[in-house]
């Protein structure tokens, strides 16, 4: 599939084919969602996928996590007419900050920081990242806002995989993917069957 050019029948998540399997190994993730990002159509159906849960609910903020959640926060802040808060990893806000440790899905241990001149008492925040895996990323983020007094008015990612992670976040906050659930099975066992198309 040419990742600039959308296909004239767009079912829902179509998208999700144009994502790239890992040919690097396990020091990186198992496939790239970033690819879909290169295609205009295909960026406006995933960020309109994630927000749609939340057209009617009060969001103040969102908050996108270091670094790929940037890209779809932001574009979801500027859907929804809010501002956005980006939270990041250790060292790299030169203000006052507030910070927590958690282990990625690699099982590294590393630190992300929130600022802490925009969350008050009662402010709901959309959180959003690419993706969560183990979910030790997202409790992180979650852990922070809440620290500051904000309120988690929902979660947003492409992907919320089946870990036991990743179902506690799921029990605990209202959730926005871009995965329709005949494809959640193939996420889980992380191997797609659009992968095939990479190999020719």
């Known amino acids: 599939m040419d990742e600039l050019i959308a296909p004239q029948q767009c079912g829902k998540g179509w998208y999700l084919a144009l994502m790239a399997p890992n040919i690097k190994g396990p020091a990186y993730a198992w496939l790239d969602p970033s690819r879909l990002y290169c295609n205009q ?9 994630l927000i749609h849960p939340f057209q009617n609910d009060a969001i103040d903020l969102v908050a996108g996590i270091d ?7 932001a574009a979801i802040a500027h859907h929804l007419g809010t501002g956005f808060l980006a939270l990041r990893k250790e060292g790299h806000l030169c203000v006052a900050t507030r910070s927590t440790a958690y282990s990625d899905y690699t099982g590294r241990q590393k630190v992300l920081e929130i600022r802490q001149d925009v969350i008050r008492a009662g402010l709901r925040v959309l959180l959003v990242d690419q993706w969560v895996e183990t979910g030790g990323t ?9 620290q500051e007094g904000g309120t988690v008015a929902g979660i947003a990612a492409i992907c919320i995989e089946d870990t036991s992670g990743g179902r506690q976040i799921k029990e605990q906050y209202k959730c926005s993917t871009c995965v329709p659930d005949f494809l959640q099975p193939q996420f889980n066992n992380k191997y797609l069957e ?7």
């Open 41 to 49: 159509q295909a960026l406006q159906d995933c960020v309109e996928d």
């Open 138 to 146: 997202m409790k992180a983020a979650v852990k922070l806002i809440e």
């Open 194 to 200: 659009s992968f095939k198309a990479f190999a020719t």
């Open 67 to 73: 670094a790929m959640g940037f890209v779809l926060g």
